[in-house]
T-cell receptor, first 109, second 115 residues
Framework: SQQGEEDPQALSIQEGENATMNCSYKTSINNLQWYRQNSGRGLVHLILIRSNEREKHSGRLRVTLDTSKKSSSLLITASRAADTASYFC?????????FGTGTRLQVFP | DSGVTQTPKHLITATGQRVTLRCSPR?????VYWYQQSLDQGLQFLIQYYNGEERAKGNILERFSAQQFPDLHSELNLSSLELGDSALYFC??????????????FGPGTRLTVL
């Protein structure tokens, strides 16, 4: 069963706008990771945030983690058409990584 | 390019058949993970190996089995195939274990179609 659930399921925005995706999970975690998947291709790791961290930045990406609410958010600023992809959160409680349901982001030029 | 290779890229076979998917992890990575991605089930963790030993199991059917060889490459065997086994199968690798803050590097996947 899925550990994480992303919200929204799908998001359409214009280039230059910001995109925010949310992830909720159920059990305690060691860390939370975000991955990106272009259609039909392998996933690519974006960023990892540890359970004792609250916010992390990487380029145009900003991730927050609220362990009390068991939720995380991924913000992509100044989006580009090339950001069009599905984004997954993944939680890492034991020896395996459990992926969420994904948010499909479409950025229109 | 993640450094993880998977063969074949596409596989079309019939129900009841058996297939083997192959994965070579990134150089130096000891952990190999297998995932199944389908439209209705999403991305499901199947099984993990670390340095040749099975470490974690997910939603892997009894008809499926895997192993990791001494050279660290891994194979996923799917037998008595059913229509519902049609999916993308991904292999991923990481330096250490999933629970030790390691990112995973994904291969390009094998698309299995069961007719």
């Amino acid at each position: 069963s899925q550990q994480g659930e992303e919200d929204p399921q799908a998001l359409s925005i214009q280039e230059g706008e910001n995109a925010t995706m949310n992830c909720s999970y159920k059990t305690s975690i060691n860390n939370l990771q975000w991955y990106r998947q272009n259609s039909g291709r392998g996933l690519v790791h974006l960023i990892l945030i540890r359970s004792n961290e609250r916010e992390k930045h990487s380029g145009r990406l900003r991730v927050t983690l609220d362990t009390s609410k068991k939720s995380s958010s991924l913000l992509i600023t100044a989006s580009r058409a090339a950001d069009t992809a599905s984004y997954f959160c993944a939680t890492d409680a034991t020896d395996k990584l459990i992926f969420g349901t994904g948010t499909r982001l479409q950025v229109f030029p | 390019d993640s450094g993880v290779t998977q063969t074949p890229k596409h596989l079309i076979t019939a129900t009841g058949q058996r297939v083997t998917l192959r994965c070579s992890p990134r150089s130096g990575d000891l952990s190999v993970y297998w995932y199944q991605q389908s439209l209705d089930q999403g991305l499901q963790f199947l099984i993990q190996y670390y340095n040749g030993e099975e470490r974690a199991k997910g939603n892997i059917l009894e008809r499926f089995s895997a192993q990791q060889f001494p050279d660290l490459h891994s194979e996923l065997n799917l037998s008595s195939l059913e229509l519902g086994d049609s999916a993308l199968y991904f292999c991923a690798s990481s330096v250490g274990l999933a629970g030790v803050y390691n990112e995973q590097f994904f291969g390009p996947g094998t698309r299995l179609t069961v007719l």
